[in-house]
């Protein structure tokens, strides 16, 4: 049956126009019923009568169909695998899609898997359920109505069957109508309070601000502005009366957040909860910018919200502290919420001594979140465990947001716990690989077909090795170097192919696309593709025959290149050293050997390509690396130390930047639309002021106008006996920089291209495909370049390349996160029944904490200064880094003595704490004390002389 379906729109123009569509309505759809011998079976039926629980009001075998409401707001609900048999309408999953594409794709997942019993009808191409819209009738109205009709059908169709059909709906008015029309029909709370032995099931449910009974116990006064209507907002910004931007709370004072809005170069500062109005975290806020002379400062103070009294006078932190600041920047409110980024979040329950009772504060492990209203009857189980909980809204009368109960992670302290914490705190895919993902990789034993010999250019004989950390086994690159009769020298840079086994639209690439990046904790790693490519097929071990995408240069003595080429290559690689072997066999003079001839002619020409790179305004920065030894049996830290940096390690890393440059160029001129290249944005001088202040306090100028102004002024910055301070400077220097990002060529003009960090103008990412996406990407790119692949539609759509970009600066990101979060765990685990005094640094000053970093262990920590005597007096100077309290002045880059332990009064379990030694500020600082930190290691006892009064 053909209908016409007539709607008006508008268009970007501003035009309306009449838009006459077909529509197609059939009569052989089944129901989906196993138990229904009248439809067709022209789609798999799923639905069967075996709930995995019964119910008490409705006793008979039943379907469910469920509305949109539910659908949005009870996802936990309806993922629980007590909830089976349910019937999904095509209008529901549309309105979803439209409304909120994540829960889309996980309703598609709940769908797909076959033990759910998850069944779609096509209701709006049904003749018996489709419904045309009444005049004056909403689009919501018209929903329901087919949402009720659809049920009614089923009711008739399988009303020769002992079945019941029941209708979940939170909505009111349509659960009215569907009991007024002689429908079965429920709340889904009434509905889960029925199911026997599902008693937990209600923590899964949501809490809706409206329509839930138990929004009706947070209503008192009403502590929040009401969020302006979309409508009002979106006239306000174009008036340019407000603005919008994400929304970034502070991660040191829970009363500050900042919103960066393209109409003010520097972030907008919102203080104080009533001015924070509910944002959270990642928001899409639209804000209210002040007059000027109500413009303030970050306060510089370092406030965590520890109270247990969650109901705190709300005036009294309005306006955060009254200290001004003269760092005064934009300051503003926020007056209502774009788009909410709220996920689910990992975290603790506030301990309390009634654990019988029903309603809890959770505290995420997250410190820019706040605490979250939760509902549970498990308090006595979970309060020593790690648990996952979401957010459902925040009304205008609760001090905190609202949320519910998902699922327990598991004790406390416990490893592995602690571990999934970290991954799913920053959004890591970690899942074992799909059977389909498998299925894409080649059989075992694998050798490299005859053909590959035919279309590559065979340099097995060729003398190439590889050289990366102790225990690496994804070798992605690997180099050689050949002397040539006219004095010049071969250089090649030969990466793994993955792209030979990684084909376009495949599981596997999907979910390699999906990862982005391989992940690299203390003690595992977490692949992007599978290990036996990752560690195995790919990986250019010594003495085997590996795939590899080379690129090949000649090049004079001093580094100039004469030629250059690219092409696919067969390698065997004769050694795979450590960064150690390497460095042994350079310095080894006796040794002549075509591989220890050949480090040393890369390692001459790495350095004079070095000392080009920073005479170009390249910046030589520095951040804490520590290294950990695991102990086999029990996984646990038994020692720490700070990384050595070696002269191969520079080999190494100049030519894999001069290969990512070389193919950056090569790509952008073949394909200036879509290349996929990697920029370094300038930070504003702004960024910078911190840093020429604190080191003005020292005699030291940084000028930091370009690149190349900051680099000489960095390697000039020296104080005579104290050799660390560069070090210091040049860290700092780092917290100054904005995040370098993958891009699709075509979307931004040239002269935005550039790298700051290297000082080149065009840069990508080509030398690490096993553990990098962006980099699979490049090879096709180069691949079809020179002839020997085919590229592919999505490829060379900038829109498509733009979106796969979006996604690999998220992932690459969270990666990076994650490892310092897991370098911070196995730090607190080995430092755990330890305590000991360290030399340490000043590395930031805050009003009432400063930020130390301990040398030997690349640690970094806030020391919060509390004196016991409140007749201390402190004194913030936020211009000259410094922070007098009482007659102790404390300043950027000071040298200190602090104290490490960790201590587990913590509500968030242990936590590496630090204290104050040395200077002694009576009532701040604590007693030294000398204790061994295990049997085979030495006591560390600092120089008593090595703080600054």
Known sequence: MLKAKTFVKKTKRGNIIKVVREHYLRDDLSCGSLLCGVCPNLSPAKLCVKQNAESSIVPKPHYLVIDTNVALHQIDFLEDHNITDVIVLQTVLQEVRHLNDSLYK??????????????????????????????????????????????????????HLDVDIVLLTNDNDNRDKAIKAGLKSYQVMDYVKSLKGCENLIDHLSVQEKGDKTSTVHDKKVMFDEHLSLYDIKMGVKSNRYHQGKFEASRENYLEGFVSCTAYDKQVIIRGLKNLNRAVHEDVVAIEVFPKNQWVGSSGTVQLDEKVDDEEDMNTMAEGT?????????????????????????????????????????????????????????????MSHRIIVSVDCWPRSSRYPLGHFIRDIGPMGDRDTEEEVLLLEHDVPHLPFSK???????????????????????????????VDP??????????????LPNGNCQVGVHIADLSYFVRPGTALDLEAQKRGTSVYLCDKRIDMVPEVLSSNLCSLRANEDRLAFSGIWEMTKEGEIVSRRFCKTVIRSVAALTYMEAQILIDDKSRTDPLSEGLRGLNELAKKLKQRRIEAGALTLASPEVRFHIDSETHDPIGIETKELKETNSLIEEFMLLANCEVARHIEKEFPQCAVLRRHPSPPLTNFDLLVNAAAVKGIQVKCSTNAELAYSLENANIPGDPFFNILLRIVSTRCMMQAVYFCSGMLPEEEYFHYGLAVPMYTHFTSPIRRYPDLLV??????????????????????VHEWCENMNYRH?????????????????????????????????????????????????????????????????????????????????????????????????????????????????????????????????????????
Not at 114 to 140: G, M, Q, W
Not at 353 to 370: A, L, M, Q
Not at 792 to 798: F, I, P
């Open 106 to 159: 996980r309703i598609r997942t709940i769908i797909e898997n076959n033990s759910k019993r998850f069944f779609v009808l096509c209701n709006e191409h049904h003749r018996a359920t489709y419904i045309d819209r009444e005049p004056n009738e909403s689009c919501n109205d018209r929903n329901d109505r087919a949402i009720r009709v659809a049920t009614a059908w089923y009711e008739e169709h399988l009303k």
């Open 322 to 382: 009254s200290e001004s600041s003269i760092y005064v920047r934009p300051t503003g409110r926020v007056i209502g919420i774009i788009k909410r980024n709220w996920r689910n979040y990992c975290g603790v329950l506030l301990p309390t001594v009634n654990t019988e009772k029903t309603r809890h504060i959770f505290i995420p492990s997250e410190k820019r979140i706040p605490r979250i209203r939760i509902e549970t009857r498990q308090a006595d189980v979970l």
């Open 436 to 466: 389909s993902v498998l299925d894409c990789l080649p059989k075992l034993p694998w050798s490299i077909p005859d053909y590959e010999f035919v279309l590559r250019q065979d340099l097995r004989n060729t003398t190439v090795c590889s």
């Open 470 to 483: 102790p225990g690496c086994t994804d070798i992605d690159d690997a180099l050689h170097y050949k002397p």
């Open 779 to 800: 090879h096709r790119l180069l691949a079809a370049s020179v002839g020997q692949d085919k590229t592919y539609t999505e490829l060379l759509d900038r829109n498509i």
């Open 813 to 949: 990101h969270q990666a990076q996160l994650v490892q310092r979060a897991s370098i911070a765990l196995h730090t607190q685990l080995y430092f755990k029944d330890k305590c000991m005094d360290e030399d340490a640094y000043i590395l930031f000053v805050r009003r009432n904490a400063v930020v130390v970093l301990v040398r030997r262990y690349g640690l970094e920590s806030t020391i919060f200064l509390k004196a016991v005597d409140s007749k201390v007096e402190f004194v913030y100077e936020e211009d000259k880094c410094k922070l007098t309290v009482g007659r102790v002045t404390l300043q950027m880059f000071d040298r200190v003595i602090v104290q490490i332990s960790v201590e587990d009064c913590n509500i968030q379990h242990k936590k590496l704490r630090m204290k104050l030694v040395n200077p002694i500020i009576p009532g701040v600082s604590v007693e030294p004390i000398y204790v061994t930190m295990g049997n085979n290691d030495e006591p560390h006892v600092p120089r008593p002389d090595s703080a600054r009064h």
